[in-house]
């Protein structure tokens, strides 16, 4: 089951903030966060397992809401080097491949 | 410095061409994937293993096949080539079901 994302696309000035949101129709085991700038490979942010927890990553976070079988990439005072497209990657139970969204393209301006 | 590498990188073949896409790491991850992506989209899981002599099929897979005989190595395999392949297909490990994956460079297939 396709997770859905939102927005599709966002763009930002330098300093600004932003969330991009991950949600499910079906109960969640995991959600993953990865970037992927033009022309390469999607890169690894983070992993937030059933429990409703919350991570960081420099000025990026996440929060996981098991109960709304959703989730939430803060970004905070973005920079240039946040653009790309984030991919949310989901897990329903412990043992199944990612299946990811369509992307949310997020644009940094100066 | 543990890696994933994939080859080629780009490649154009004629309508009908049987194609293997080579993918290796480094790093001792027992679980692998392929993933299709067209410029802009999402990914589409292909196929995956988790283990040698272990391989499930994705969403896509009726298509391609994949083989796991060394844990390093996960190739795929395209029987016969059509311009609905043309695609990037990106392949992926994981060190564990808890872990995030990384991800090849990809290869950008072109059907003619």
């Known amino acids: 089951q396709q997770p859905v994302q939102s927005p599709q696309a966002v763009i930002l000035r330098e300093g600004e903030d932003a969330v991009i949101n991950c949600s499910s129709s079906k109960a969640l085991y995991s959600v993953h966060w990865y970037r992927q700038k033009h022309g390469e490979a999607p890169v690894f942010l983070m992993i937030?397992?059933?429990?409703?927890e919350q991570k960081g990553h420099d000025k990026i976070s996440a929060s996981f809401n098991e109960k709304k079988q959703q989730s939430s990439l803060y970004l905070t005072a973005s920079q240039l080097s946040y653009s790309g497209t984030y991919f949310c990657g989901t897990e329903h139970s412990g043992n199944t491949p990612l299946v990811f969204g369509k992307g949310t393209r997020l644009s940094v301006i100066a | 410095e543990a890696d994933i590498y994939q080859t080629p990188r780009y490649l154009v073949i004629g309508t009908g061409k049987k194609i293997t896409l080579e993918c290796s790491q480094t790093?001792?991850?027992?679980?692998m994937y392929w993933y299709q992506q067209d410029p802009g989209m999402e990914l589409h899981l292909i196929h995956y293993?988790?283990?040698?002599?272990?391989?499930e099929k994705g969403d896509l897979s009726s298509e391609s096949t994949v083989s796991r005989i060394r844990t390093e190595h996960f190739p795929l395999t395209l029987e016969s080539a059509r311009p609905s392949h043309t695609s990037q297909y990106l392949c992926?490990?994981?060190?564990?079901?808890?872990?995030?994956?990384?991800f090849g460079s990809g290869t950008r297939l072109t059907v003619v």
């Open positions: 992926a490990s994981s060190e564990y079901h808890q872990s995030g994956y990384t």
């Open positions: 937030l397992l059933k429990g409703g």
């Open positions: 790093m001792g991850h027992d679980k």
């Open positions: 293993s988790y283990g040698v002599n272990s391989t």
